[in-house]
């Protein structure tokens, strides 16, 4: 009955040990597998955050142009103000021209014309 009983305690320890060899086995596993899930993840957090920074300076590239149009633009048509004050001057060609006549010219209100030289003025210093 002994002998039967070591033997039993012999088959136990044996399985007892398989059971361990499995165990760390088996979690040894889960950490790989949960590892790779992280890297996974941080793999696809670092495409994420790249695609979004393209995004982003895209974004800000797409703004900046719009902005320069923007200021063109009012450059422009200062421009085309003064261009046609000029071009009535040289058709009159000859007298001083007085101030009403500039006022039928560029037929824009004083306050109007104060108002785009303050933001012309602020956009020069703001460049």
């Not at 320890?13 to 941080?42: C, V, Y």
Request: proline fraction near 1%; aromatic fraction near 8%.
């Amino acid at each position: 009955e002994k002998e039967i009983w070591n033997r039993e305690k012999l088959s136990l320890q044996k399985s007892l040990k398989q059971a361990d060899a499995e165990l760390s086995k088996l979690r040894a596993e889960l950490r790989s597998e949960a590892f790779l899930r992280e890297l996974g993840s941080d793999s696809e957090n670092a495409v994420l955050k790249r695609i979004y920074g393209k995004y982003l300076r895209a974004e800000s590239f797409r703004k900046a142009l719009i902005y320069q149009k923007k200021y063109l633009l009012l450059l422009l048509g200062g421009f085309q103000e003064c261009e046609e004050a000029t071009l009535a001057l040289i058709a009159q060609m000859g007298g001083q021209p007085s101030y009403t006549d500039l006022e039928v010219i560029t037929h824009h209100s004083k306050g109007f014309t104060r108002f785009r030289s303050a933001v012309r003025v602020s956009i020069a210093i703001s460049r």
